[in-house]
Structures are given as C-alpha cells and as structure tokens.
C-alpha cells in the first residue's frame, strides 16, 4: 500500500512518506505541522483538558516530561513506611487488641465469622484483612492498585502492613510482595472486596503475569451481611456509615476514599507525596473496621432489632442457615409495635409451618383488617381449607385485589357455600 | 430445532431452502419464464436493461481426510459427505496458516467456510474462537445454526454414539446477563459478538478474557462488506488493539472474513488487519439462471420531468409475482415504505382473515419475537410475498426465494447484488428487478444500464489512519497495555511516539524509564472506549426528543455535523415519513426537542459554505496544457459553514411558502475535498460566447455540482450526505448559491450579495466535492483519480435526463417556468460539465447531440 502511504503523506503535507519506525519522542523539532497543531486544526482530540501549557517556542524535553525523580527515602521517611524495593515501601504497625476501635474490640472472633461463613477456617491466624486504594473506580485494565492494605491478628496485636506503590514501572515487585504476604492467609475479610478489590487485583496480577493467590482462598466479604442487615433501614451501606452507626467510630480528618487517587497522581507526576500519608491513615481505618465488624455483626444477627436491622432479612437467612427456631426468636423478639408487615408475615408464615394456628392468625387478623392483601389471602385459604368456615373465607377472598385467581375462589367458595346451604336445607 | 435437514435441502449450505410451495400448479422454473415474458411482452418501453446470468452447475471437492472424525459424523448426520469446492478452498488456505475472505454469492455456503476449520481446531485442540457479526439478531441465527451441528449426532441416524460434539458456542452482547458472562469468558469455545462488545466491552477488560485470549486461534468476520468507511476505519483500529492484545498472551490467530460481492475484497480485509489477506472467489455453488430488470416507472409529465411513483410499479410486479405463485421480496428503502407496500399487497391477497396471511412486513422496529415468528414462516414456505428494509440484506436465514423486487436504488451495486441474491434456489431460474425511484442515483442508474451491468461492484474504502480516528484507538490501546518506546500501532503510519507524548501532555499517561526502554503507562481515571462510538468522527451526536403529549421519547439521533442543518429550531423533521417540529435545539446539551405535526411543508436549510484550500496535494489537466485547460485537484480545505435560514416548502407543488431564521454558530471544519477549475481565459470565452454573463456560469457551475455530487457518491460506495459540494473562489472571497429566485448568485464573505464582475481579481470559480468528516476519511483521493470518470458520469447523468430543462434527478430542483428559459438550468450544466470534460470551446456546440449520442442505451426509457 505504498500509493496509500504517499496519499496520507500528501494529505499531511509531507514531502516523503512518513518512515514507519516512530522517532524516539521529541528527538527533533518536526518540521511539518506538528500532531498538536493538526489536531487543533481538526477541532481538537476528544477527551481531557488541553494540552499542558508550556513557554512558545521552548520544546519541552521528553525527559523533564517524564516521570520526576522523585525521592523515595525521602517520601518513606515522611511517611514512616520501609522501602522494600526500588518503587515499593511498607508501612508496618502492630496495633495492641487490647485497644478498642470505637466501641468495638479488635481480638478475632472465630464463632461471629463461622457464623457468617460457615467453612471459614476457624484458625485467626490465616485470617487476613486486606481493602485497596486504586487510581479510580472506572474499571478495566487502566485501573491501578496503587495500595494494599493488609491486617494480620499475630498474638496480642493486629499487624498491619500496607503497601504503597511509587512508581509505575515497580508494579510487578508491588505484587510479588502482596504474594508474599498473603502466601499463608486462607481466609479474606473484606468490604466489598469480592466484586471491588479482588477482581482488580486479579488485572493487575495478570498484566504482570503473575498467579493469582487471592481467588482461591476463602473470602468473607462483609458489605453483604451489612447490605442483609441495614439495606433497607439506612441510607447507604458505605463502611464509613457502618463505622458511625454500629461501631461508634467517627473518622476525623480522613481523606474521602474519592481523593486517593489525586493524591497518589499528585505524586508520580510532581513528587508531591504530602497526602499519601492520610491515604494510609484511612486505609488503615478501613482494615480496622473491617477487623472488628464480625464480632458485631454476630451480635446483630443474634438480635437485629437491638441494632435497628431488618428483623424479616435476618430471620429469612436463619432459615436458609436452616435455623427456624433462631428465625422465629429473631421476629419474635421484635416488638410488635414496630415490627413491619414483612416482619409479620414471615412470623405468621413461621408458625404455620409448626401448625401453630393461633399465633399464625394472631398475626393475619391485625394485618387483614389494616387491608393487607397477603393477609387476607392466607386467612381465606386457612377458613376455605383447615377451619372450614366458608363465610369468613367468602369475606376474606372478597376483600383480594380483583384478578382472576380472586375471582376463581370467591366463584369456588361461594358454590361451595351455596352446595353446603342446600345440603343443610336437604336435611331439614 | 430439528437437528436433521430435510432430505431435500442442500446441506452444504447453513440454510435449507425452504419447501416447494404446495399449490405449484406448474413447475415454478416455467413459472418464473412466464412472468419474466409477460414483463417483457407488456412493459418494455419501462425495462431499461436487462441481464440473464446462466445457470451454473456444482463444484464438488472431497472433505479433507484430516478432518476430526466426529466433525466427519456430525456433517454426515446433516447429509453432507462432500463440500463445494470453494470450501474446500478455503480449508486448505486456513490449514497453510493463510488470512482468507471467502466472497462468493449469497446461499453459496460461506458460513461452513468458517465453520469448518473452527470446529475441527476447537475438537482437535481446543482452540477458541471469536465470531464478530454486525448485529446481534445475526450472532444470534449462528449460535442456532452451530447448535444444531453440535447436536446433529443426537439424531442416532449416524453410528456416533448420541453424544453431541460437545462444543460451546456462546453469544456476548448488551444482552448477556451480568452472571453469565464470567461462563462465556471462560466456557466458551466460540464467542459470537459485535464489533462494539469488542470496543468497549472486551478489550478494555481483556484480563478477565485471558483463558480465552491464550487459545484463540480464529477470529471470523462476517458481513465484511459492511466494514467500511468511518465505521470500517474504526473496525480496523480495533483489530490492532485486539491484535496487541492477542500478542500480549501469544496468541496469533487466523482471520477468516465472509463477504458479500465487492470489488475489493481482499484489499479491505487486508487494510483491517495490516496483513495479507487470501480472496477466496471461485464459488463452487450451483446457481440458477438469473434474469435481472431494470425498470423505470413511466414518465406522465414529460416538462417537469414527473415519473409514476416507483411504489405502484413494486406493487404491480410483487402482485403479479404472487399470482404466479411465486415467492418474492420486495425491498424498500424506509419502513413507512415497507408499511405502505404491505398494505397495498395484503388488501389483494389478504383479504379473508380466515386465511392464513400470504404477505408480511419484515423490518427494524418490530420486537424480536415477531421478527422470528416471521422468519419461521419465510422459511416454511407458509408466505408467499415478504416486504422487507435492509434488515433482510444481512444473512438472515428466511431460505430462498423466486423473485425480489427492489424498490429503489439501495445505494450501492454491493447492497443491490446481495438484496438480488436473495432470490435464487439452486438449480431453477430467479427474477430480481430493480425499480427506480426519481432520485438522480436511480435515474442515473436505471438510464444507464451499462453502469450496473457492466461494473463491477464499488471498491469498499476505509481510512484506518484518519488523525481523530486513530488518536481514539491509541488512547484505547494506551489504556489497555502499556505502550513500549519504539512499539507501533498495526500497520499505522503515524509516529506512535508522537501521539504518546500527546497523550501525556493531556495528563492520560505517564513515561517512565530511560530513553528507548520506557513505558507509557495509563494513569488517568477514566475508561477511553466509553468516549468513542465506532459509528462515527467527531463526538456529540445530537439525540432528537419527542415531548408530544407530555412525554419524552428519543426518536432519532443525528450526527454532529449533520445537526445545524437538519435539527434547527424550527425545521421539519422527519421520521418513517412522519414529520415533527424543533421546537428548541440544546446546542450544548446536544438535544433537539420536537414534536409530532401535521405540516403540509417540509423545510430546507440554507447553508452557505466557504471553503479556502489550503494545501493542494495534487492536480491534473485536461486539453494538454493550453488555455482550453480545464484542471482538477485534491488537497486540504479549511470549510466554514453559516446557516442563516431555512425554506419552507409545500408538498408536491415544491413552492416556497415561507423562510424562517436559524441562529447558530458557524460551523468549521478542517477537511480534503477534490476541486475542479476552468482556465481563466477559457472561461471568459466561454461566459462572451456561450454564457452570456458569469451569473449563468455560475448557475452552470452549481447545476453540474449537483451532478457530480450524486455520481461521486454512486463512485465513492458513500452516501450522498458523506460527501458535500460547494461552488466558489477557493480563497474564500466569494461563493455561490441558487436565490430565491432560481437564478445564481454570488455572495461575499459575509453572505452579502456581491456582483459577479466586481469580484476582485481573476474569475475562477471553483467546485469543490468535499469529504464530509473532520480530517476526511479518505474519499476525495479516490475521486481524484477517477475525475474524469465522475465528469463523463455527471454529463450523462444530465444529458440523459428525460426531463426539459432541469429537475432533482439531474441538475437539482428548479422553478415553474425555469424551463422555458432561454438557457435552462440543464443547459447551463451541461455546458460547464463539456468544458470541465476537457471539451473546450469545440464541445460547447455540439454538446448535447453529442453526448446524448454517446450514451444513449439501446433502448432509452420510454423514447
């Protein structure tokens, strides 16, 4: 296609074809309008701001373009992190259990996370927290994890190590030592990790051609019990609300987690690493948050109306655990007065099932004749089919929501009170 | 589905036809001959050309003996123990390791070409590959069609042991559950997708892909005549990212395309992908003989150039067709269309709704359920006449038929072949006849039989290395791999470097790394393929919104560059022939709101283009250097485009009944254009002898603008809209436009009118095709070299009008009374296109007797 090639080389006004090798960057000012110069002409390139400013007539180098040099031991000072290898660092703190993080206590707590994953290996120490900070949240392999943190419980303290990520280039070292510290984990504790940080890991870990240690192991993820108990009493399942509302721990001059990325891009572009340090202080809040919710969460499942969770969500999953009798504690212990009507239902469906009839219609009645449409349906298939009490079934089955199944059963009931009427006729 | 093909069908081919229709009183080969003689007999001053292709007998070829032996089974199952010889053709280039296009005709049995070698690599060893169709209906039929070879040996009618093959075809698209998606990434042997999914689903998350990434060893592309222009363009910077990507995890796969019949085949496969690609042409198919017609509706006002509609002559020869018990197609251009000729067949045969319906509508629109209930009954045979858009074009199994008739010029010879080819079983004759509509396409295509007859199909073009293109996709690739110092982009001619500091400077990437050993990483928070739809340049479609009764619904979308002069406050616009009313225009919020209206007018914007040339990469003459030189070029223009206002124009009359103001912002535009000029001196010549005054000249000028503009678009396998044409100075001091009052004008930089003979300087007026996309996308290079051409076509595209002196099907519209004028409109460009034709002086009087002479077919229309 060399006549192409001249067509596009005149279209640019080029006096030869252009060669195919891309020149190093910069090596000499072009002589033909330059790619920005063509792109403005065409009405510029489609994404992000414009071009950086610059002196006219001053070509900026490619090298003072390029990623700073920055200093390391400098930025590992500051932040009292270690440098494990060039582009790499470590920021180590053992944090006693003794200390509480809020309200809530730091030790491991087998029973509250065999509750809530029922294989998790019983043994704390595989345990390992881990929750990342990336370079944004679009997605895809332009996604960088620039930050793993990582908690261990290691006798009386939880180890914290967080690794940070300083250059762009150090990123298959950054993994290796992930690997190394999860190389004897089983279990994850994480929020939202298994649809967040663990599928970008897994990018990440795959551009750099390096096996994936996290897939395997066991991972309790811990927004989906939060969602479980509190989707539909909170606003938002964000772990900060989970901190505030169930730990008793109010964060105080964190970083908001949708600034780390500046902060980190503050860095590889101007060696400006002033905000890393509170990336790592919420990311270190995050890991201790993360560490003490099983406890809590036990607690909120043994007895969610204490905490204002959702008593029906909790006792459907008892049951699914195969639990009835927990089920019907947890809704029973809800007072009446602010139990919901789903509540009830799941209650009232409970003590049918153990063919408790009176406590079943104890519930039903209430809610039939504030109009619930569900109640009336279960105490017209209770008169129609275990009471026999055809007329209270005909009123129950009147009151359904007009539809073809109410109609065949208000026609069913009302012949089959209509037999019954001429049989007791009959017999007079 | 029936895993087993009906004895009678040919199994070579995916679709089975369907059954002989039962109330066949004669056989339908006789059939066809006897509508084909009664046209013939009763219309022939309509039938303007006429073709027959004889039929042709099969090419068998064994199947390869190294072919996987449950592979073997499967295919015997189906009743298929030999292949045609241009499968067997292609086997053997794809097991040398070859890039192939197979483009032979429709039904000829392209998808076992592909089929074939996937299925035995992906039994043999356990190869994976990627099927890319351009719809998601079409992705859809294959998985069917795959599914049915896969379960072929459930039959138990061969010694197989009931097992299916075993092989997982999957389709991916906006339409696969979230929580299937890991199981066809990571379970499927074939994955059948879009370009699309490709763009902005799969690359950018090409590390969930990698099992599949590691073991895809085909990538198949159907529908490769589709791929070109911008939407080609962009398909081919997909293929490089998808081969960067491919090379990432070692894979090098083979590409094998399926083509509809284009000039260029293998040229445009290889220009998507930057290598190599093998055309595989030689159908082996049998085929049955082929009568083609063209035919042009009658002409009832011969001054104003006035033709019956093209939709009674469709309806006229599908009724007929119907009679004879002959099953046909018919195709329209729009879905009112489709609608219209619907119900004009359906009040002839369907008229007892007792019966079951002989005619249905087939088009976009419908849910897809209908659609499939639709093709089910094509396919039994249970209808008679289906009346289709271009869904049907695209290889939609709805088995073979005896006649399509098409109404209207599609556009292209490639769309107009294959819309023929779905008449056609092997082995009995098809009729296919192509009515023309009144547009100058089609009159030019229909009065020139030699054109369609004897041409072969447009050459499709794409423009891989368009700037806003390719600056897209790099950003694209950036984001997927890191780029390496010294790593191109495929075969792009571009400096890669170059783009990548760009990018750097925009804050996307970072370099790290000495010089020559660096990487350029993706830093930024954003996802680049969101940003950049396949299907168009420049960002920022327009969507168009209907409020009517309260409710906003999106109808429509427009290209940013074709917004200013379609969606403007107070313009007409229409939909399926619906028209609607801009009632507001968002320029910034890229909205245009309407609502439903009953306007007895439509509207036209008025646009004033100045266009300077900036560069001119090249130029020709014509009359070898002398002052009788007329000269054309090609090179960059800098285009400025101004709406000041817009007509409105009633229904059939064409009078203007009002204007109304458009208040916008110019709009500019960096682009290539091909230009055509008059030497000075023969020029005033030509306005003292022959003109008059430089005002007819520049009527001339626009008339044969018109002209060239239509034929360019035929040439260039473009739409007309893809393509813009201007008359002027080329220094922007001037150009021209049609007044109010018919007649040239010209006017200034600021739309003033401006005398002709007060113009500064030299009178050289210029017309300018140009290239309709910021940047270009490639297609006033190819009508530089075929200029001469374009000119010839242009002057027999006028001189063959039947009209008196000038209307849209030659030189565009004109005024009552215009053609009583001393020099017509049609004159006029006539005399321009003789003098641009390199005629001179010499040509201008003899111009027209000579010409009509030279092209006029053998049997003119209605003479």
Known sequence: ?????????????????????????????????????????????????????????????????????????????????????????????????????????????????????????????????????????????????????????????????????????????????????????ELLLSYNGKSFDLPLLAARLRLAARPDPLVRLAHLDLLHPVRRAFATRWPDCRLASVEARLLGH???????????????????????????????????????????????????????????????????????????????????????????????????????????????????????????????EALAKHYEHRAKDLRRALAHARRLPPGAAAERRCKRLTYKLGREMRRSDGGH | MSAIAPASSDPHCARPPPAPALDATAPSDDRVRDLLAGLQRKYAPRITGELTLPAAPARFAELPAALHPRLRAALAARGLTRLYAHQREAWERVQAGEHIVVATPTASGKTLCYNLPVLDAVLTRQAKALYLFPTKALAQDQVAELSALNQALLGGAARGQGETLGIKAFTFDGDTPGDARKAVRTRGDIVLSNPDMLHQAILPHHTKWAQFFESLAFVVVDELHGYRGVFGSHVANVFRRLLRVCAFYGARPIFIFASATIANPAELAARLIGAPVTAVTDSGAPRGERHLLLWNPPVIDPDLGIRASARSQTTRIARAATKQGLKNIVFARSRLMVEVITKYLKDVFDRDPRRPPRVLAYRGGYLPSERRAGEQALRAGRVDCVVSTSALELG??????????????????????????????????????????????????????????????????????????????????????????????????????????????????????????????????????????????????????????????????????GAPGTVYEGAIYMVQSQPYQVERLDWTGRKAFVTRTRADYYTDAIDYTKLKILAEFDRATKGGGTSEDAAVAHGEVHLVRRYPGYKKIRYYSHDNIGYGNIELPDQE????????????????????????????????????????????????????????????????????????????????????????????????????????????????????????????????????CACTGGCPACVGPILPGDEARAQTPKQLALAVLGLLAGQGMAGLGVQRAETAQRIAPARRADA
């Open chain 2, 669 to 800: 535009m960096h682009t290539t254009a091909v230009w055509w000029q008059l030497h000075p001196r023969l020029l005033e010549r030509a306005v003292a002898e022959r003109f008059g005054s430089r005002e007819r000249a520049v009527e001339g000028f626009l008339g044969a603008a018109y002209a060239l503009h239509h034929v360019a678009a035929l040439r260039a396998m473009a739409e007309v809209p893809d393509l813009g044409r201007a008359v002027g100075d080329g220094q922007g001091r001037w150009f021209a436009v049609v007044g109010a009052d018919g007649r040239g004008q010209l006017r200034g930089p600021d739309n003033q009118p401006v005398a002709a003979p007060d113009v500064m300087g030299r009178f050289e007026p210029t017309l300018f095709l140009y290239d309709n996309y910021p940047g270009g996308v490639g297609l006033s290079a190819p009508l530089f070299d075929a200029a001469a051409v374009l000119v010839a076509d242009a002057l027999a595209l006028v001189a063959g």
């Open chain 2, 396 to 561: 939609v199994d709805i088995g073979a038929l005896d006649v399509a008739v098409l109404n209207g010029y599609p556009g292209t010879i490639a769309a107009t072949w294959q819309r023929l080819g779905r008449a056609g079983r092997r082995n009995r004759p098809c009729l296919g006849v192509l009515v023309a509509t009144s547009d100058p396409l089609d009159q030019y295509m229909v009065r020139h039989p030699e054109f369609f007859l004897g041409s072969s199909p447009e050459h499709a073009r794409i423009h891989p290395d368009q700037l806003l293109i390719l600056m897209d996709h790099v950003r694209c690739a950036a984001f997927e791999l890191p780029f390496r110092d010294g790593e191109g982009f495929g075969d792009c001619a571009e400096d890669v470097g170059e783009m990548l500091a760009y990018l750097r400077d925009e804050g996307l990437l970072q370099r790290t790394g000495d010089e020559g050993r660096g990487q350029w990483f993706w830093v930024a928070d954003s996802y680049p393929a969101n940003a950049v739809s396949l299907r168009s340049v420049a960002e920022g479609n327009f969507v168009v919104i209907d409020t009517s009764g309260g409710k906003q619904t999106i109808i429509a979308e427009v290209d940013y560059s």
């Open chain 1, 250 to 376: 109010v964060r105080h001059g964190d970083l908001p987690g949708a600034e780390a990325p500046a902060a980190w891009l503050a860095w590889l572009r101007a060696g400006d690493g002033r905000r890393l340090g509170a990336v790592l202080a919420h990311n270190a809040v995050d890991l201790l948050s993360v560490a003490a919710l099983p406890a809590r969460l036990a607690a909120v499942h043994a007895s969610p109306t204490d905490f204002g969770a959702d008593p029906a969500r909790i006792a459907r999953w008892w049951l699914a655990a195969g639990d009835a009798e927990r089920a019907r504690g947890v809704l029973g212990a809800a007072d009446p007065a602010v139990r919901d009507t789903e509540a009830a239902h799941l209650l009232a469906e409970l003590h049918a099932r153990a063919a408790d009839w009176p406590a079943a219609l104890a519930l039903w009645e209430p809610l039939a004749v504030a109009g619930d449409a569900a109640a009336h």
């Open chain 1, 1 to 185: 296609m060399s006549a192409l090639r001249e067509r596009l080389g005149r279209l640019r006004g080029e006096a030869a074809p252009a060669a195919v090798a891309p020149a190093p960057p910069a090596a000499e000012p072009p002589e033909q309008p330059s790619l920005v110069e063509r792109l403005r002409r065409l009405g510029g390139a489609r994404t992000g701001q414009p071009p950086a400013a610059r002196a006219p007539g001053a070509p900026a180098s490619a090298a003072a373009r390029d990623a700073p040099r920055l200093d390391e031991a400098v930025l590992a000072a500051a932040l009292g992190a270690e440098q494990l290898a060039p582009g790499v660092l470590c920021r180590r703190r053992r944090l006693p259990l003794a200390q509480r993080h809020g309200n809530a206590a730091r030790h491991p707590d087998p029973d509250a996370v065999r509750l809530l994953l029922p294989d998790a290996p019983p043994d704390p120490d595989g345990w390992c927290v881990i929750d990342t900070e990336t370079s944004g949240l679009a997605g895809g392999t332009g996604t960088w994890v620039f930050m793993v943190g990582i908690a261990r419980w290691e006798g009386a303290v939880l180890a914290l190590s967080q690794l940070l990520l300083t250059r762009l280039d150090a990123e298959a070292a950054f993994l290796d030592h992930l690997r190394a510290a999860v190389a004897d984990a």
